[in-house]
């Protein structure tokens, strides 16, 4: 699937943002470890969400879809813990799953993680905490194979605050016999989301959100409701593209201050930004300033926000730069970006933005999901038309964009492989 669009609209108006993706696949796996019933609402509409649900469905939990954002999952019937279908092969969240497994059934096997080609993104770490619980772990075929006999409450100190290694121990934790305290633990509203949820279902988690999070376990977990927080990555996606389209957007349903990163980074960069009780209005100016940026672990600047920044810095006066410390390979978007006429350089981990482009229409690959996105940005900023190849990344983590792009006033198209893109080109131009 391809977007095809037309560039140079400010986008103004409205824009409600969805339930987020990260922290919705970390709270369904939370939902299979009890066998009572789970309602979930404000779940994301995006193609992690249904591959992750059809992997459910395979080893035997019930789901049922009340509407598009809710689901009630049943995982009373589980009748196998191994988990190695396609569908588990192309997520990255599949791992949960080992600790979801492993929590309820102290044994699990599951494929190898997929997701984005963003580095090498080991699971170490995951590894590490599993058999600090008590479970053995190996390879075999392709899947990681964990046992235990009892799980039993553990000290875990993480090597570097890993998000995904911090949602498994909890998960594999919250029913383990004793404490576990967990250090230098991630500290992403979604950890705290997934906390929550636990909690709600009857977990004693404390401290989600800070470096050190202590877990009581506790001998079962029952049912529960619980609706997700916002898209945090989603949200600043729409506030960037206000910024680099020189629009006035109102992005609605937000929590402003998982924004801070993004906000202040847009306000140094000569944006207007309005933050009120769930929204935050972002009003572009004819002159973007340059900035350095370093991607850090929460509450500093996400890395799934950097390559959207990176085309603000395309556009803005002055050299800006983005020092990448999370992954190794997030880089591949600047290259189609200068396709775009941009004057980039990317020099090991750091990506230099020499500004001043005026970015022109192009035919370009999405790399991976947020880089995918970044490249909608740039095609709505550029003159003339751009296709953004290869959006099925796009559509692991964005619900809707392009009808909420177009709610904004952005001419934007999703088309099908066998759409034909030259009467689209000139329809859209
Ligand atoms: C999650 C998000 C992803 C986001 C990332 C950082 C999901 C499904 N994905 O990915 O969108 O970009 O957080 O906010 O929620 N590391 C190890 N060993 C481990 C685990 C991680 O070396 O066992 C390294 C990684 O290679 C990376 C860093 O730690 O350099 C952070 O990774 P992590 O926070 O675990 O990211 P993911 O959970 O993969």
């Known amino acids: 699937m391809r977007y095809v669009m037309k560039g140079g609209i400010p986008l103004a108006g409205e824009v409600t943002i969805s339930g987020a993706k990260n922290a919705a696949l970390g709270i369904l796996a939370a939902a299979i470890l009890t066998d009572e019933s789970v309602v ?23 789901i049922e879809r009340p509407d598009r954002h809710s689901v009630r999952i049943n995982a009373a019937n589980i009748h196998t813990a191994v988990a190695d279908s396609p569908y588990i092969k192309k997520l990255r969240a599949g791992y949960y799953l080992l600790g979801a497994l492993l929590g309820k059934y102290h044994h699990a096997e599951v494929s190898m993680p997929g997701g984005c080609n963003i580095g090498n993104r080991p ?90 999070i202590r877990i009581s376990g506790v001998e079962r977990l029952h049912g529960t409701e619980y609706t997700i927080i916002p898209d945090q990555i989603e949200a600043g996606t729409f506030m960037m593209a206000a910024a680099v389209t020189k629009g006035d957007v109102l992005v609605r349903n937000i929590i402003p201050q998982h924004m801070d ?24 100016r004819p002159q ?110 964005y619900e809707d964009f392009a009808e909420k792009l177009q709610s904004l006033g952005a001419r934007i198209q999703l088309l099908d492989d066998g759409d034909d893109l030259q009467k689209a080109k000139l329809k859209i131009g």
């Open 40 to 62: 979930i609402e404000n779940l994301p509409d995006v193609s992690d969400v249904s591959v992750l649900l059809s992997a459910f469905r395979e080893i035997g939990v019930v």
């Open 261 to 284: 990163a993004i906000s202040a980074k847009l306000m140094e960069m000569g944006c207007e930004v309005t933050e009120h009780i769930d929204s935050i209005r972002v009003m572009g």
């Open 288 to 397: 973007l300033y340059s900035c350095n940026v370093k991607t850090l672990p929460y509450p500093g600047f996400p890395t799934d926000m950097q390559p959207q920044m990176g085309v603000a810095l395309c556009m803005a006066e002055g050299v800006g730069t983005i020092t990448e410390s999370i992954f190794e390979n997030r880089f591949k978007y600047v290259d189609e970006l200068s396709k775009m006429g941009a004057d980039t350089e990317v020099k090991g981990s750091v990506a230099i933005f020499k500004g001043h482009s005026r970015l022109k229409g192009a035919e370009l690959v999405a790399p991976d999901l947020r880089a995918g996105a970044a490249l909608v940005l740039a095609g709505l900023a550029a003159e003339g038309v751009s296709v953004v190849d290869g959006v099925d990344y796009v559509l692991r983590g």
């Open 123 to 212: 699971i170490d770490q995951h590894i590490k905490g599993f058999r600090m619980l008590g479970a053995h772990s190996h390879n075999e075929n392709g899947k990681v194979v964990l046992d235990a006999k009892e799980l039993k409450g553990s000290h875990i100190y993480l090597d570097m605050a890993s998000v995904g290694a911090t949602i498994n121990l909890m998960l594999a934790a919250v029913m383990a016999r004793g404490n576990t305290i967990i250090e230098n633990a991630a500290k992403e509203p979604h950890i705290v989301d997934v906390a929550n949820m636990l909690n709600s279902m009857g977990a004693r988690i404390k401290g989600a959100g800070m470096d050190v």
